[in-house]
């Protein structure tokens, strides 16, 4: 079986920097993935990392040790837009076929 | 513009009466996912299809059903056999392939907020 653990909420303001942690249990991996969902709405993709190191994109970047069988999610100068769910999300090489695993998502409030 | 609809935006149904989702995707994936979410949780995978004519179970198939007689096409029939149906379902779709980019970019509808009374 596979399983991700994140921090259930996280609470910042704005301007600031926040990062969102992942880890993950599979007997397999292809890669981590995050997604944002707004209340309400659909999630989204964000980023895909399969090899070590740290993806830039915009004011979003994302990092990935499959050493230690983690990852996290970097926002920089927090705007209040970016309140949302945030999901990392692997693939399980035990998996018969494309099935994607969430994790239980990590609620991030950004304040004034 | 391409992407995914379901309809309706909002469903009730009361208890015992099957129940169907629609889904359409005109982005030409030929790979198309059911997800269950419960409020404050996670995505669970509930059916997927790689192509046409095929599906395969997903974490929490049990009291669902699908079906792919179309590439663009992939509705959900939420059964009486479903024990607590009431959620928000979300459908998606993403190019297909066994590893990469291209399996974890998922494009996500705007889903459906079931009701079961």
């Known amino acids: 079986g596979q399983s991700l653990e994140q921090p259930s909420e996280v609470t910042a303001v704005e301007g600031a920097i926040v990062q969102i942690n992942c880890t993950y249990q599979t007997s397999g991996f292809y890669g981590l993935s995050w997604y944002q969902q707004h209340d309400g709405g659909a999630p989204t993709f964000l980023s895909y990392?399969?090899?070590?190191g740290l993806e830039e994109t915009g004011r979003f970047s994302s990092f990935l040790s499959r050493s230690d069988s983690y990852g996290y999610l970097l926002l920089q100068e927090l705007q209040m837009k970016d309140s949302a769910s945030y999901f990392c999300?692997?693939?399980?090489?035990?998996?018969?076929?494309?099935?994607?695993?969430f994790g239980g998502g990590t609620r991030l409030m950004v304040k004034p | 513009d391409g992407g995914i609809t379901q309809s309706p935006k909002y469903l009730f149904r009361k208890e015992g009466q099957n129940v169907t989702l629609s889904c359409e995707q005109n982005?030409?994936?030929?790979?198309m996912y059911w997800y269950r979410q419960d409020p404050g949780q996670g995505l669970r995978l509930i059916y997927y299809?790689?192509?046409?004519?095929?599906?395969q179970k997903g974490d929490i198939a049990e009291g669902y059903s699908v079906s792919r007689e179309k590439k663009e096409s992939f509705p959900l029939t939420v059964t009486s056999a479903q024990k607590n149906p009431t959620a928000f379902y979300l459908c998606?779709?993403?190019?297909?392939?066994?590893?990469?980019?291209?399996?974890?970019?998922?494009?996500f509808g705007p889903g459906t907020r079931l009701t079961v009374t």
């Open positions: 299809s790689q192509i046409v004519n095929d599906f």
């Open positions: 990392n399969a090899l070590d």
């Open positions: 982005l030409n994936h030929d790979a």
């Open positions: 998606a779709s993403s190019r297909s392939g066994t590893s990469g980019r291209r399996l974890y970019e998922q494009y």
């Open positions: 999300a692997v693939r399980d090489r035990d998996n018969a076929g494309n099935m994607l695993t």
